[in-house]
């Protein structure tokens, strides 16, 4: 199995709105990453666990809390996030921290901010 | 700085022809480099990576790649393109975070490539 599983595929919420992003692998890996990818854009990192522990935050608004209950699971929560949010949100897992990164990548989540 | 660029924002090829899509990487030590595809509204899929050793790289749908460290490139060919093969196109490279030792991953900027019937 190397599937990285991302829901909802689709989400429109408003500005005063709490939600939440999930993804999930089973193919073992102890990295796990949050890319936002805007329209024709390449994807730009947000946030990297490694080992169920936030290892790198890019300077990402509070606005965007990460979470990582085991090592298969990540979540992201959005609470009050503003029209520009909207992008496709992309998560990734690897073997492990260092060099040999070889992410792979679920399908995104579509989010709409209104 | 660790940084990649994709010369070619849009290509276009007819169907049946060769492609070569081109990727530059600067990285002080031995680059760690991807290519990926991405189909409209999906995910990124992995097409071939270069870790070390040959320096050509076979990867799935009959891509390949050439890593040249005298160039700093590492392009993406194909022999014959398909009509499936339309998509954009992200080479990358793995650059060390600080003191954590954490890999990331640096995009170039995506190439578009278009098919023609």
């Known amino acids: 199995d190397t599937e990285v599983t991302q829901t909802p595929k689709h989400l429109v919420m408003g500005m005063t709105n709490k939600k939440s992003l999930k993804c999930e692998q089973h193919m073992g890996h102890r990295a796990m990453y949050w890319y936002k990818q805007k329209a024709k854009k390449p994807p730009e990192l947000m946030f990297v666990?490694?080992?169920?522990?936030?290892?790198i935050n890019e300077s990402v608004p509070s606005r965007f809390s990460p979470e990582c209950p085991n090592s298969s699971l990540l979540n992201l929560h959005l609470h009050a996030l503003q029209p520009e949010d909207s992008a496709l949100y992309l998560c990734?897992?690897?073997?492990?921290?260092?060099?040999?990164?070889?992410?792979?990548f679920g399908q995104g989540t579509r989010l709409t901010v209104v | 700085a660790q940084s990649v660029t994709q010369p070619d924002i849009h290509i276009t090829v007819s169907e049946g022809a060769s492609l070569e899509l081109r990727c530059n990487y600067s990285?002080?030590?031995?680059?760690?480099l991807f290519w990926y595809v991405q189909s409209p509204g999906q995910g990124l899929q992995l097409l071939l990576k270069y870790f070390s050793g040959d320096t050509l790289v076979q990867g799935i749908k009959g891509f390949e790649a050439e890593f040249k460290r005298s160039q700093s490139s590492f392009n993406l060919r194909k022999p014959s393109v398909h009509w499936s093969d339309a998509a954009e196109y992200f080479c990358a490279v793995v650059a060390i975070h600080g003191s954590s030792n954490t890999g990331k991953l640096i995009f170039g900027q995506g190439t578009t490539l278009q098919v023609k019937p």
């Open positions: 666990y490694s080992y169920e522990k936030l290892s």
């Open positions: 990734a897992s690897s073997q492990a921290q260092g060099s040999h990164t070889e992410a792979f």
């Open positions: 990285y002080g030590a031995t680059p760690y």
